[in-house]
């Protein structure tokens, strides 16, 4: 395909951009189940992880290619920064029962940690 039969159908990279990012979005979020936050803490940590690789495994070709575009990109940026969130937020919801149960000046370190173990 030329690059002249892509920019018939978007307007610039950005917005192709745009579009790579939702058609992956879309293709791997729904195989996303979220992890029961009440079974026992090794139920909760072998789910998070099975549920980890699997989606690491369907996203990985496009990751690698979202990091190489991400300095240059404000779209490959903002959409690695939302799904960065979002998998931090999910890790919060899971352990929340530990990090509630340790001291508040230990609180962002143990999330930081189980953050990055549950990372790619």
């Given at each position: 395909m030329s690059e002249r039969s892509v920019f018939q159908h978007f307007?610039?990279?950005?917005?192709?951009?745009?579009?790579?990012?939702?058609?992956q979005y879309e293709r791997v979020v729904p195989t996303i189940r979220p992890?029961?936050?009440?079974?026992?803490?090794a139920e909760r940590v072998d789910a998070l992880v099975t549920q980890r690789c699997s989606m690491f495994e369907r996203a990985a070709g496009v990751r690698r290619a979202a990091l190489l575009m991400e300095p240059e990109s404000d779209v490959v940026a903002g959409w690695l920064t939302s799904v960065r969130r979002a998998k931090g937020a999910e890790v919060e919801r899971v352990f929340r029962r530990e990090l509630e149960a340790t001291p508040a000046d230990q609180r962002e370190s143990l999330r930081?940690?189980?953050?990055?173990?549950?990372?790619w």
């Open positions: 307007r610039d990279r950005e917005a192709l951009f745009e579009a790579v990012a939702r058609e992890v029961d936050a009440s079974l026992s803490l930081a940690a189980l953050v990055a173990a549950f990372a």
